[in-house]
């Protein structure tokens, strides 16, 4: 018989519905306390398992996560109306870095086929990217995009949705205005036209609304982006389109790049408008010299690479209250497995990490590494705080409604996303990663932000898990959406790639799909299977903007 509950930790004194529990429906399940429930509750959120007072702490994962708004009685529902966000205070205490590391046995001597770089890094693909340094230069890179996606054969020369509307017109002209029942069979993208160049992944175009009217430090912080993507494993070369007199100046982006690559070798062509003048001869000379670069690019092949070469993002957006106890703690399990071959992986979103800080910055190497992340989260918070919100207004309306009503549960159910080795590194937006293990990296919740910064900090694989569905995608990388709960892997397949539901339904452990991720992981790495993200085009690029317009 299916599960019907479930206490995540001995400490808890809450539990979470995993299917809709009825008013004076009986829970006896050993070795949670026997309850009558007191209303319906949906599947995924939460009831008390003891009264739980006015003023009580609420507890879950083992942390506190809310305080009580009002009398709770035993098997009562838990909602924003009878609670209210609460985190347990974080200080500098002792290290506790031992870890139980998994048995990798079956990874140890696995490859994946990838782009070897002259920094050592290896991609998963073989991108050239044309990127604008200021929004001034978003119309000549569409432009750019337009000229070349589908001469190249990365683009149908006419997508679906074009033959739909092209039929629609004949059919209108025609005199027939039953349209429902001309397209039940359309395929929902058009077949790929021949590419020209085999062992170049694509070319994708970056553009933003940045660069200029901001902050010197976002001008600094986007040019730093900007190099990350350039120095990427996944990047084979790069066009920049610069107006000439905006903050974000190209003596900025190359300091930048060569922080982070002191030896970097890759093409790079820079184009100044204000220089170079006339818009026709700009676009001319960055098409000439782009296309040299892709017959540059087209030179490199995929050679077997060990998995410690990979580079894992972790990332969560329309979260639900299955996130915590399905998809996060089995990407945290490919996480520790990961970590444990040598490679490296990136947990962001710092205000989903509010109420475990003082698990994290226990676990990291050295008390310099756990200070900078509690200063880390301190500031951030109080930033947040002085403009009238704070990481306890985190929760989205989709989150609340699917039983993530605090922050500090929706974080305690993130955080399972960077599994239980020890914290290597704690890196500032936007920074990219240089040490092995688990790398903290300062972004917003927000999903795009967040994903832009994981990849701009060398993430080549990014996991992103989701109880609600989204189609978030990244130019570079490709994006793997792992669904918290097997409904929503049907609903939604062209968007998900990977369901972690049978964990929910007592078919797999945590384990099991952990190593089943990973493998899943192989097969994107070797270019054998595409991202869902990545064969619906979904390209997103948000840089995060910290300071105020000037």
Not at 502 to 509: A, K, L, R, W
Not at 510 to 527: K, S, T
Request: aromatic content about 6%; proline content about 5%.
């Amino acid at each position: 018989m299916q599960t019907k509950v479930l206490r995540i930790h001995p400490k808890d004194n809450v539990a979470v519905a995993l299917t809709v529990l009825y008013k004076g429906e009986q829970i006896n399940q050993a070795p949670l306390p026997q309850v009558e429930i007191q209303e319906n509750i949906p599947a995924k959120h939460k009831y008390a398992l003891v009264d739980i007072h006015e003023g009580d702490e609420i507890c879950m994962y083992g942390v506190l996560v809310g305080r009580a708004m009002s009398f709770i009685p035993k098997g009562g529902l838990l909602s924003i109306k009878n609670v209210k966000h609460a985190s347990g205070n974080f200080i500098l205490k002792e290290r506790h870095t031992e870890w139980h590391k998994p048995d990798v046995t079956a990874f140890k001597n696995k490859t994946f086929n990838g782009y070897y770089r002259a920094d050592g890094s290896v991609g998963t693909r073989n991108f050239w990217v044309v990127i604008p340094m200021v929004f001034c230069e978003n119309k000549n890179v569409d432009v750019l995009q337009e000229a070349f996606m589908k001469a190249l054969g990365y683009a149908p020369k006419e997508s679906s949705y074009e033959a739909m509307v092209h039929r629609m017109i004949q059919e209108y002209e025609s005199g027939n205005k039953e349209y429902d029942l001309l397209f039940a069979d359309e395929d929902e993208f058009a077949p790929e036209n021949k590419k020209i160049f085999p062992n170049v992944d694509g070319i994708k175009f970056l553009t933003h609304t940045m660069g200029c009217g901001g902050t010197r430090d976002d001008a600094r912080a986007l040019c730093g982006l900007l190099a990350g993507y350039i120095t990427h494993p996944n990047v084979a070369g790069a066009t920049v389109l610069s107006l000439g007199c905006q903050n974000a100046q190209v003596a900025t982006l190359k300091e930048e790049i060569e922080k982070r690559d002191a030896n970097f070798s890759k093409p790079l062509i820079l184009l100044e408008q204000q220089k170079i003048g006339n818009e026709k001869k700009l676009l001319g000379e960055a098409i000439k010299k782009t296309f040299e670069g892709l017959v540059q690019a087209n030179e490199l092949k995929r050679r077997p690479a060990p998995l410690h070469k990979l580079c894992i993002g972790l990332e969560c957006g329309g979260s639900d209250g299955f996130s915590g106890i399905s998809a996060n703690p089995a990407i945290g399990y490919t996480s520790d497995i990961l970590v444990a071959l040598g490679g490296a992986v990136i947990l962001s979103e710092f205000p989903e990490l509010c109420g475990v800080e003082q698990e994290l910055s226990d676990r990291c190497m050295d008390d310099t590494t756990a200070e900078r992340f509690m200063h880390l989260m301190t500031t951030y918070n109080q930033k947040a705080m002085d403009v009238g919100s704070g990481f306890y207004a985190n929760p989205s309306p989709g989150n609340i409604k699917d039983g993530l009503i605090t922050d500090a549960i929706k974080s305690a159910g993130a955080a399972k996303k960077g599994g239980t080795s020890p914290v290597a590194d704690v890196l500032d937006y936007p920074g990219k990663v240089s040490k092995p293990g688990l790398n903290l990296l300062c972004t917003p919740g927000s999903d795009v932000e967040s994903t832009t910064a994981e990849v701009g900090a060398g993430a080549t694989i990014v996991l992103f898990t989701t109880g609600l569905g989204t189609p978030t995608g990244n130019p570079v990388t490709p994006v793997l959406k792992l669904s918290t709960n097997t409904a929503l892997y049907h609903n939604m397949t062209d968007i998900i790639d990977i369901d972690t539901g049978p964990i929910i339904e007592g078919n797999e452990t945590i384990e099991q799909a952990g190593e089943r991720i990973l493998n899943y992981i192989i097969e994107v790495a070797n270019g054998n299977v595409q991202a869902k993200a990545e064969a619906g085009l979904h390209d997103d690029f948000i840089p995060w903007k910290r300071g105020i317009s000037l």
